[in-house]
């Protein structure tokens, strides 16, 4: 096992990091932004190392200000967290060459799978249902009309080293065609550096339902359960849920069991998560991300298994520490990602937080950073807390994170914790009753 661990991350994932290692008797690292020099992560580390100025790639994206940060402070293993480097595949690659374990998969599956369209190929070559569409990228927009035409309209316009819901059009006929394609594959080069595109089917009102695996490097791997993050705004998922009320038993132990099968010919170790579009009754691959999810709390709510802990451990050879038949459901899980944003326009809103008070009680978790006094600066994603619940049921969960909802106070700036409790409050929300479109149409209602 590892006796100092560099977290290459920021506010509530660095922290969450940060108590899994003290749990586990291991010291940690923190790497931060001059803006982040104050950050709850930089208090509770045992060293911290200053890698740069606010933006992003001249310090959380700084590979090399990060791997000289791990041989300074003499770190033996770095974990990436979520979002910033944690699915990039030649920083994987790097932390190796120096000698340190990177916490995460091999920097050969993170690369397969941050490629859309190869790890569609990879989907369908493992046994995976997928998403009808076009058999590799398109180069130009006549023969994206054409594939849209076979499929049928609406379409989506995809990137292929697209990600976290960016590089997607909707195109309802082809009139559209030829302008969204231009502007589209613009984009794409823009945003990721590769303007390769792909067509694919449009589904009219599917859920979004993600599978949570994990691998060891003795060839063995296990699923723990989906996730239900249909509720979604412009593709960024608001609300998370474990189970999903749109599964039964037999379906959940199906695609679980698929899923895990496809990791293992793969050879995957670590954490995982393959996400689907799911629609009567029939499941289709979308995507994997290679590394911790946001949403990973529900997860170890309804399983009892600390996710990041297991990480450690499978990035130090260990094997799992659990199998398949370890594995049992427990209850029912929701996560309110609240952001320091304007609950009905959805402006961001940084600045100095007045009074602070996370809500408890029994089976409520807040994943947070945030403090009295502290400044949500305004460089940075706007998440500030995860608000989590657990319950026997479903209705005893709704109940809980409603109470939860009353109590949590953030003052000096704006958040989305109001929308939240408009959420839970909605009908459609309390019988199950949604798909990844449904908060926007609520939204445009007005409701």
């Known amino acids: 096992m590892f006796d100092k661990v560099l977290i290459a991350n920021r506010g509530e994932i660095a922290l969450r990091i940060h108590r899994a290692c003290r749990e586990m008797g291991i010291r940690t690292v923190a790497v931060h932004s001059e803006i982040d020099a104050n950050a709850m992560h930089v208090r509770l580390a045992d060293e911290s190392v200053c890698i ?14 990060i791997v000289a940060a791990a041989e300074i402070s003499g770190a033996e293993a770095i974990h990436p967290g979520y979002g910033f480097l944690s699915e990039n595949a030649r920083f ?35 046994g995976l249902p997928i998403v009808p569409g076009s058999d590799g990228a398109v180069s130009e927009s006549a023969e994206a009309a054409r594939v849209a035409a076979e499929l049928g309209y609406p379409v ?50 599917p859920r979004h339902i993600e599978i949570q695996v994990a691998g060891d490097v003795h060839g063995n791997v296990v699923h723990l359960g989906e996730r239900d993050c249909s509720v979604q705004r412009r593709h960024q998922k608001v609300v998370e849920e474990a189970p999903s009320p749109a599964l039964n038993e037999a379906q959940r132990a199906e695609i679980g069991g698929r899923v895990a099968d496809a990791m293992k010919k793969l050879g995957y170790s670590n954490v995982g998560t393959v996400e689907f579009l799911y629609e009567n009754g029939a499941f289709y691959f979308i995507e994997m991300n290679t590394r911790l999810q946001v949403e990973h709390p529900v997860t170890e709510f309804v399983t009892g298994i600390d996710l990041v802990r297991e990480q450690i451990q499978l990035a130090s050879g260990a094997p799992l520490s659990f199998t398949q038949d370890d594995i049992k459901f427990s209850g029912h899980a929701i996560e309110c990602r609240v952001t320091a944003e304007n609950a009905r326009t959805f402006t961001p809103s940084p600045g100095k937080v007045g009074t602070y008070h996370a809500p408890g009680g029994m089976s409520v978790r807040v994943d947070s950073a945030v403090y009295a006094g502290y400044s949500v600066p305004p460089s940075y994603d706007s998440l500030i807390a995860k608000l989590v619940v657990h319950g026997r049921n479903r209705n005893e969960a709704m109940m809980r994170l409603r109470r939860a909802l009353e109590e949590f106070v953030v003052d000096g700036i704006d958040t989305t914790i109001p929308l939240h409790q408009a959420l839970i409050a909605n009908q459609d929300f309390a019988n199950g009753d949604y798909d990844v479109k449904w908060l926007e149409r609520l939204l445009e209602s007005g409701h």
């Open 156 to 205: 989506l316009l995809k990137a292929a080293a697209g990600g976290g819901g960016r590089g997607i059009t909707l195109v309802r006929d082809e009139a559209e065609l030829t302008g969204a394609f231009t502007r589209t594959q613009q984009e794409a080069e823009a945003g990721f550096g590769d303007g390769s595109l792909y067509v694919e089917k449009f589904l009219e009102r």
């Open 52 to 65: 740069g100025p606010a933006p992003a790639p001249q310090s959380y994206l700084n590979i090399p200000a």
């Open 92 to 126: 994987a690659e790097i932390v190796e060459e120096h000698g340190i374990t990177f916490i995460g998969p091999r920097s050969e599956h993170i690369r397969l799978m941050g490629d859309k369209l190869a790890a569609r190929d990879k989907a369908i070559e493992l």
